[in-house]
């Protein structure tokens, strides 16, 4: 079974990430019940309805078709809770893996960067990836089709970001600041490298950045990196990865029946010690939940956590691989190629399992050049990779800085 302990490990290690995680490790904890706010999220309501209009706040569902036919939902919120129209610029937040636009709407409104920005004047538009629940329409192609699952975060990069930030530069005619949390800071910097969406751009914010997955402390997480990939033929054949599917319980089980690993703290061990949460709010959260990827998504992550760049998804053969590039290898991804100019805000933690400060060194030092006064980096010793999207705190610690840059940007 040692493969099935890879997936199960890789599809915690991304989650918020570890949303699935945690949902998971409730089966061992918790009893699977929860009636709050959050985990009445009605499904067939769109997230305004249900996440944003019962706080007082306007709302309006969006939605974008990418060029390669996936339909996108998008929130806006216009106002915030006074009603007083935006008179700042758009900003558009971008979750991470295993996540959707709830990631920014979690916590109470004064501790959730969504209603904050809201209140402070912001127009806010709040971005699904494909594959999550409320974006998973195509122009052609079902869910249930294995051509849906065909994709990476080459393809978020490539489609569904110039989508997102296409549409919202359109219907606010301004250019537009970026916030991204994990493998939203992933597809960033992938654009941005190539010199791509800087049109429509006037900061970006990138939290729990992820660019090198080299040095993870996590011995698991690189086992399992290893595992997935020697079995990687049989796993995109599932093409969904379903954090929650009947598969990945079973795996669990077999996981946590191991000596030495103790379930109930799995959001520990895979994001990192997160100092601020409101666990019982997050738990309720998480177990409610942790949206599907690309199997084909989970390779590519793996293969990072292997090689060590950041590069194009590798059809394993140069054949393969010079039918999709036209060149033996992957393209890398340059992050010295990012403009120099470009206003960046990068906050990383010193507790951060996945985005760990070894690696985010690596990508500081592809930065070295940047001009000083666009790069603002902020490190916060006791912050893991959860915190900087649901830490009670993170308004404090980084969400009052966040602003405070887009003022001068
Ligand atoms: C969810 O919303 C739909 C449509 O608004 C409604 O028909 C359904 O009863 C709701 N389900 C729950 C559990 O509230
Ligand atoms: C998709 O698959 C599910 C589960 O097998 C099935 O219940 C559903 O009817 C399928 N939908 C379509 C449109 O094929
Ligand atoms: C597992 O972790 C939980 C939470 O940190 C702790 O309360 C429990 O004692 C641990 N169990 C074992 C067997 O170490
Ligand atoms: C944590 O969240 C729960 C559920 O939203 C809430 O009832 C509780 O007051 C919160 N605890 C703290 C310390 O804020
Ligand atoms: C990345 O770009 C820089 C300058 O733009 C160049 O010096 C370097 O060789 C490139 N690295 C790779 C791996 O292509």
Not at 285 to 306: C, G, V, W
């Amino acid at each position: 079974m040692a493969e099935t302990s890879a997936t199960q490990i890789l599809a915690i290690v991304f989650c918020v990430t570890a949303a699935a995680a945690a949902a998971r490790a409730k089966v061992y904890s918790f009893n699977n019940q929860g009636s709050t706010s959050v985990s009445s999220l009605n499904a067939s309501d769109g997230i305004c309805k249900s996440v944003v209009e019962p706080q007082g706040y306007a709302c309006q569902e969006h939605t974008v078709t990418t060029k390669d036919g996936y339909i996108l939902s998008l929130q806006r919120m216009p106002s915030g809770l006074s009603g007083k129209a935006a008179d700042k610029p758009p900003v558009l937040l971008q979750h991470g893996l295993m996540m959707d636009g709830v990631t920014w709407l979690m916590n109470l409104p004064d501790e959730s960067l969504a209603f904050i920005l809201a209140d402070n004047g912001y127009d806010v538009w709040i971005a699904n990836s494909r594959g999550t629940r409320f974006s998973r329409g195509h122009a052609s192609l079902h869910p249930n089709d294995s051509a849906y699952w065909d994709w990476t975060w080459d393809e978020l990069a490539a489609y569904d970001l110039p989508a997102t930030f296409q549409y919202v530069h359109d219907q606010t005619g301004q250019n537009l600041h970026y916030v991204g949390h994990s493998q939203g800071t992933l597809i960033a910097f992938a654009a941005f490298s190539q010199e791509k969406l800087l049109n429509m751009l006037r900061s970006a914010v990138l939290l729990s950045p992820i660019a090198y997955l080299n040095q993870m402390p996590s011995p698991l997480a690189r086992g399992a990196a290893d595992l997935f990939l020697a079995e990687d033929l049989y796993w995109l054949g599932l093409h969904e990865f379903v954090p929650r599917g009947q598969a990945a319980n079973k795996l669990l089980e077999d996981i946590c029946g191991k000596p030495g690993i103790n379930c109930t703290d799995l959001m520990t061990s895979f994001t990192g010690p997160n100092c601020c949460l409101n666990s019982s709010r997050t738990n309720e959260f998480l177990d409610h939940e942790p949206q599907s990827t690309a199997t084909k998504n989970m390779i590519h992550l793996a293969q990072m956590i292997r090689t060590g760049t950041i590069a194009m998804y590798d059809y394993g053969n140069e054949n393969d691989n010079k039918d999709h590039y036209g060149q033996p290898t992957p393209p890398v991804y340059n992050m010295t190629s990012i403009p120099n100019d470009l206003p960046l805000f990068l906050g990383y933690g010193g507790k951060d399992y996945l985005s760990d400060v070894k690696d985010v060194q690596v990508l500081l030092d592809n930065l070295k050049n940047h001009d000083d006064d666009k790069l603002v980096v902020q490190y916060t010793d006791e912050y893991a990779h959860a915190d900087f999207v649901f830490a009670v705190n993170a308004n404090q610690i980084v969400y009052d800085r966040l602003i405070a840059f887009f003022k001068i940007n």
